[in-house]
C-alpha cells in the first residue's frame, strides 16, 4: 500500500477539524503585526527611533532578546524588536500545529482509527505538515501586508515575511522529529521548547558577543549565531543588507529534518514513542507516601528543567556582566538615555527583572499542576484515600513555593558567582533584589489560586493572561510600548522598586494582603465547590 | 445499621438533571448491586457519596457522616474503585497501590502480594503503558489490599478478561465473609445476580426498584409456556405480551399480579401442561429499561 495514501482526505479533515484553532492563531498574529508596525511607525517622527534603537543594542539583556539591529529604518526596528516576539509565536503555533495531529491523534486513539481505514502510513504526518506549511505561508503574506500597509517597500516586506515563515518551517521539521521520539504529546511540545531555547540561546549569545555601531545603527553579532536558525533569519539583515541567500540552510535543514522524521515513523508502532518505557520500581520508595512526595514525584522533570535552565541564565548574565559595563561606558551619549546612573547597579536591576520571568511561568506552571490532576481525573484517587482537600491544596502550594525560592537561592548564587571577580557587588545585594521581585511571583500565584477555587473552569486562561499581562506591563517589556505609565502600573512587578530607586515598603504590604486573601477565598471555594471531573 | 443512605438526593449539571429524589441504603455486611445503563446516574451518586460531588438537596450519610464536609474521615473506612480508572502516567502500578494504601492510611502488603499474584498483574510498568484491563486491575488491587470497611465499586470489571472476573467474584466473596459492606454499580447482570444480595434499579437519576433479586421478580413478568387440549387459535387476553398462539400452545409473558386471571382464562381451554419460568436480572432490567435504553447524560 502506498504509504502517502489518504494525506488529501486526512488533510482536508484535519484542517477543518482544526479551523477553529487555527483561525485564532491567525487573527492574532494579524492583530499583532499590524499593531506592531502601527506603533513603531508613530516613532518615526522625531528621533525618539534613533533613542530606541541605540538603548536596545546597549541594554545587554534587551540585545540578547532582541534580533540584531540591521541599521536605521522603520523595517529594521520592526525586524529587530518585533520578530523575536513574531517567530516565538510562530514557533508555538507551529509546535501545537504538529502535535496535533499526530501525537494527540494518537493519545486519544484517533490513530488507530485512521489506521485501520486506507490511510498510509506516512499521512498523518504529512497532513500535520501540509497544515503547518500552509500556516505559515499566512504568515508571510500577513507580514508582507502589515508592512506593505505602512508604506514599506514591497519586496522588502515579502523579505521580511519569508524570513518569519522560514522560522515556522525549520520548526515543522524539529517536530516531525520531536513526535516520533517523544511517547506523549507534552514530551513532544518539551523537545519542541528545549530545541528553540537551545537554539535562541545560540544567536542570543552571538548578539551578545557583537558590536553595535552607533554610526550606522548596526548591530554586527558573532559569528557563533550561525550555528542556529534564529542566527539565519536574523543575519538576513533585511531592508539594509537583504542576504537572502541565508533561505538555503532553512531549506536544507527542512527536507533533513523531514525525511529523519518520516525515517523514524518506520522504527516504532502507532501509540509509542522511539524512547521505550522503562520497567519501573516493584514497590513505592517511602518518599513517594504522601501528598507531598507525589507532588514531588510529578514535578520532578519539569523542576530539574527550570532549575538548570535558570541556574545557567543566571551564571550566564553574571558571566557576561562586565562586557557591558565597559560596552555601556563606551558609548557616548548614554548618560541622556540613563541619567547618571551607576551602571552595575542598573545592570543587576535588569537582570534579576529578566531572570524573574522564567521563575513566574515556572511558579505558575508548578500552581496549575493540580488543576491538571483535576482534569485527568486523577485528583479522585488522592480526595477518595483520605486526603482532604485543604491539605492537598497546601501542599501543592508549599510544594510549589518551596521549589521556588531554591531555584530562586541558586540564580542568585550563579549570578553572584558567574561575576565573581568582575563586577562590584555584594551578594546580599543580589538576594535582596530577587526577594523583592519573588514577591509579585506569590501575587500573581494566589491569583491562580484564587481562580482554581472560584472559576476552575477557566483557571489556565486565566493563569496565562495574568502571567502574559504582568510580564508583559513589567519593567522588560513594558517600555517597549509606549503605554504610559499608569497602565504599567498594572503588573505587580512594576511595583518593586530597584536598586536605583529608595525603598518603599507600601507595595510589599498591599501585595502581601492580596495573597493572603486571595488564597483564602481560592480555599473556601475549592473545599466547597464540585471537583470538576469527567 | 445501614452504612450508606442517601435520601431524596438531586443533583443537577446544569440543564441536566443527573439525580432525582434518589434513595439509596446500603446494610452493613451486604452486597448492593448498584445497576442502570450507561448514563443512568450511578457515577453521579457514588462521587456523592464520596464527597467529591455535592448534591443540591437531600441528604446522604456514609457511616453516619455527611460525605462532603466529611470526606478525609470517611474515607478512611471506605475503599473506592472509579469506573474509569486514571492513573499518574508515571508511577509504576506497584507504586501507585503503595501510595493509595499509605494516604489511607496503611494497606496489608501481604494482601498486596497475595492479589498481584492472584491478577496476574506486573507491578513494575510505568501506568502509561497499561491497558484498560491493567489499569482496572491497579485500582482492584489498591481498594482489596486495604483494610476498609465499605467498598465502592463503580463498575470495577469492565476491561477484565473472564478469568480475572472470576478472581474478582473470589475476592468479593471473601470480602462479603469478612463481614465487609459493597456497593456494587454494574451493568453486567450476571455478575450482579451472582454477588448480590440485594439491587436498586437507577433509571435516568432515580432508583425504580429496590430489593432482593427474588422479590423483584416477583414485581415483573413471568413467561409462561401452556399446552392445552382444545384449539387455541382465537385466544386473547389484554393481560398477556407476546404472545404466540400453535394450535395447542401458547407462549406469553404475563404480569405477576394478572398470573391468576389470565389462568381463569385459559383454563377454559383445559390447561394439560404449564411452564412458568421467572425472569432473569437481564429482562427485569430490559422491563425497566425497555423502551429506552439510555437515560440522560452524568
Known sequence: MNKFKGTLILTKSNLKRDAFRLSIWIISLTLISFALIAAYSTMMSDDTLKEMIIMRATNPAIRMLDSPSPGYSLGGFYTSRGSVLITILIIAMTIQTIIKHTRDNEESGVSELISSTMVGRYAPLLSAVIISVLTNIFVVIITTVALYSHDLDLLYSFYTGISFGLMGLFMTGVMAIAVQISQTTSGASKFGWLTTLFFFTISAIGNLLGKFDPNTFKVESHNITFLSPFGWYQQMYVFHENNMYLIIPFIISFIVLLIIGFKLINKRDIGSGLIPAKKGRKDAKKSLLSPLGLFRNLGKKSYTTWFITIVLFGLLFGFVSDEFEEGLSSIEGLEYIFGSVNSTEYFLALIISIVIIPLLIFYVQSLLRIRKEEVDNTIENILASGVTRRKLLITKIVESTLNLYIILLFLVIGIYVGGLTKVDIGISVILQSAFMNSIPILLVGSIVILAFGILPKYVTLITYGVTIISVGLGPVFGPMFNLGENILKISPFTHIPTPLDDFNIMPFIIMSILIVVMTFFGFKGFENRNLDLN | MNIIEMKNVDKNFGEVKALRKLNLEVKKGEIMGFIGPNGAGKSTAIRILLGLLRSDSGSSSVFDLEPFNNAAEVHKKVAYVPGDVSLWPNLTGGEFIDLIGSLRGGFNR???????????????????????????????????????????????????????????????????????????????????????????????????????????????????????????????????????????????????????????ELSKYKIKSLISTPPTLEELFMHHYGDDVGGNNE
Not at chain 2, 195 to 217: A, H, M, N, P
Open chain 2, 110 to 264: 501481604n494482601k498486596k502480594e497475595s492479589l498481584i499474584k492472584l491478577f496476574d498483574f506486573d507491578p513494575t510498568k510505568k501506568c502509561r503503558t497499561y491497558s484498560k484491563g491493567n489499569r482496572q486491575k491497579v485500582a482492584l488491587i489498591a481498594a482489596f489490599a486495604s483494610d476498609a470497611e465499605l467498598f465502592i465499586l463503580d463498575e470495577p470489571t469492565s476491561g477484565l478478561d473472564p478469568l480475572m472476573e472470576l478472581n474478582f467474584q473470589k475476592c468479593l466473596k471473601d470480602l462479603k465473609k469478612e463481614g465487609k459492606t459493597i456497593l456494587l454499580s454494574s451493568h453486567i447482570l450476571a455478575e450482579v445476580e451472582k454477588l448480590c444480595d440485594r439491587v436498586s434499579i437507577i433509571r435516568q437519576g432515580e432508583i425504580v426498584e429496590v430489593g432482593t433479586i427474588d422479590e423483584l421478580r416477583h414485581l415483573t413478568r413471568l413467561t409462561i409456556e401452556v399446552d392445552v387440549e382444545k384449539d387455541l387459535s382465537n385466544f386473547s387476553s389484554k393481560n398477556v405480551y407476546d404472545l404466540v398462539l400453535e394450535k395447542k400452545k401458547a407462549y406469553f409473558g404475563v404480569e405477576n399480579k394478572n398470573l391468576n386471571d389470565v389462568l381463569k
